[in-house]
Each structure stands twice: as C-alpha cells, then as structure tokens.
C-alpha cells in the first residue's frame, strides 16, 4: 500500500432491489426492473407501494398491444395511490409524499390522464416559490381531474393543500436536488403554464438539460442512472415536445428560441445514448419507457443517422436473457423500434400499443413515419 493510501477494505459492491409489479394490485406480481434502493433511504413501504402500483399500470399501458388498461384499473390504480398520500401526509412525511406525487403525475402524462396535479404544483411552488403560475386551469384533459374523473377516485387532481399544515419549511431540506429538478420540469408539462410562461420554461428545461443530458457526460459515466434522472430525460422529451408544438416559435425571442433549438436537435442523440446504457445495466422496462419518444424524435430528424443505433438497442432488447428480458420487452422492440427504423409504409401513420393510446402531446397530433429508410444517411 502506498504513502497515504487506505487501509480499509473496499466498500461492498452495491445490489440492487428490482420490484414486482402488477396492474392494479390484483394480479400475480411480474419481476419489472424497476429499482428502489438508488431512492433516498428515507422512504417508507407506503412510497414503495405507491411506486410498483404506478410501475404496475405503466407497464400494462407501454407493453400492451390491444388491450388498454380498463378504466377500473386505472380508477383502482388512482384511489389506491392517492389513499397513500393521504398516509403520507398524515404522517407528516415529505419524502414519501414528494415521491408519489411524482410517480403519480408521470404516469397520468404519460397516459394522457390530464395535467399535473394543483398538489404537485403547490409542492414545486412550496420549495421554489419563484416559478411561474401561468394559466394552470387550460391544462390538456380539461383541468385537473383529466379524463380519469378527478378526485381521489382517479389519478385526480387533489386539493393541494395538504402542504398547509402538514409539513414546515425546513422539511424541504429532505428532497434531493434532483427530485427538485424534476419537480421542476413536471411543474412546466402544463398546458396552461407553457402557454404562459413560454420563456421561463425553456430556461429550466435548458438548465436541466445541461445539468443531466450532456451527451459527453453521459459517455463517461460510470454510476448507473437512479431513476429520478430517468424521469428527468422522460420529462425533458415531454417537456420539449410540448413546447415546440404548442408555442409559435416566431414569438420567442431569439435567445429561447435558440435554447430551444438546441435542445431539440440534441434530444435523440441522448435518447439513444441513454437507453444504450439502460439496455447494457438490463433495465429494460426503463429504456422501453423512454423509447416511446422515439417515433417522435426520428419524425423530425432529417438525416438518417440515428438507424443502425436504433435498430441496435432494438435488437439488444430482443437478446437480453431471461428472467430480465420478457416477451414484453422483444414485442416492444418489433412493434416500436423496428418500425420506426424501418419507416414503414410512407405516410403510414404511428398507432400502436401505447403509441396509438398516448400522443405524449397535449394536442395529440398524429406521428405519420417516412418510408424512406435512408433519407439523409
């Protein structure tokens, strides 16, 4: 041992607790490849339950091919996580109240359920009262309550004001700086926020993207990816899918419209350098959740680059062996990825599975792909 080196022995290597997961709680639960031990330690099982019931329906929603989600599931899915944020407050816990509130509003984005709840939005405001309030009541889905039918029936809207008097200002010192990120970035995927504070929500989603989505940075990296920054690069997606779809660029000025064009030439090339990783660690229902925005991203990419390492990351989901890769993950990878790489039928338009369900765009525009496979390569 050298001058100054430890004598200690090295720290263990670090496992990893991969959930089971089920639709609604009513199934036999599935080995997902969702992990929580990359969470904070200081979240309770009522936020690990509320984390695999969330899983549970978003894998049912992104794997399915015909068969969407009932609306009983998603109603059960909806009473049973908001009964653990009623837990969480009454147990004046902030960690577990901020991390389903999360899991709770990506899930009802992703699945076109309706905005951000007013409880995610008091909580983004509770730690960074500087955000902009913008026009919230023009949320996609027509308010909070979203098609889901609001209340604590659905993945509903909530009051928020549960921050009132269960949790003091000091409680925010136990939220990581990246679920403030991310708290951040879900504040803005609001319709009536993007719409009215244009600008603002550029600049954070720039500041984020900086922070997290640095393709170099991303290259090095040798600690896996939590899943807080996951959702953070799914946020990012849906963030600037919505921007540039609902703001009329011309307006911008010339400073947040070139944030904005930045970003969105980069986004494809992280998405495919992220799910790389994701593939390579097996976590497979992550990198199938965020390769939902590729026919998105490849729909407006010019050149014809990006194929053969989309069609790469398709064939390792096809390949990873079980019990990680499922049957799930090879359809995925046939019905999604294969697709898109392969443009095919010119003009044909991108409506399958959860493709055809979630526009992962407040106007629900429809993604027409390009049959011409080698356009720009």
Known sequence: MGAGGSTQAP??????????????????????????????????????????????????????TDVPAEDDDVLKTGALVSKLVVEAVKA?????????????????????LGPPTEDLLAVARFLNPFLARGEEGRGHGGGDGGNSGGGEE???????????????ETDGALITDAERDLLVLLYYCHRGIITGSPEEAIKHMADAAEKYGTIKDLDTRKEPLTETEIYI???????????????????????????????LSTQLTR???????????????QACFLLEFLPRLAARE?????????KAVGRNLRRKAPPVSQAWHAEFAERTVKRVV?????GEAVGEGALGRSSLSFSRDTLVLDGDVWKGA
């Open 271 to 285: 998405l495919l350098t992220i799910t790389e990783v994701l593939v390579a660690d097996a976590r497979l229902d």
């Open 11 to 64: 720290p263990p290597p670090r496992l990893y607790k991969r959930e089971r997961v089920s639709l609604a709680g009513t199934e036999d639960p599935i080995l997902s490849t969702i992990r929580t031990t990359d969470l904070p330690p200081a979240i309770t099982p009522t936020a690990l339950a509320g984390i695999r019931l969330c899983a549970g329906l978003r894998r049912h929603h992104v794997f399915s």
């Open 302 to 310: 010019e050149k014809g680059w990006w194929r053969l390492r989309a």
């Open 154 to 168: 659905g993945l509903g809207g909530g009051s928020g004001l549960a921050l009132a008097g269960a949790f003091r």
């Open 342 to 346: 392969k443009g095919k039928g010119k």
């Open 233 to 263: 690069h799914w946020a990012l997606m849906f963030l600037a899918t919505n921007i540039s779809t609902e703001i009329d660029q011309t307006t911008l000025p010339a400073a947040s419209r070139a944030l904005l064009t930045a970003e």
């Open 92 to 112: 004046c816990n902030i960690r577990d109240y901020v991390v389903l509130l999360i899991e709770k509003t990506v899930l009802r984005l992703g699945m076109d």
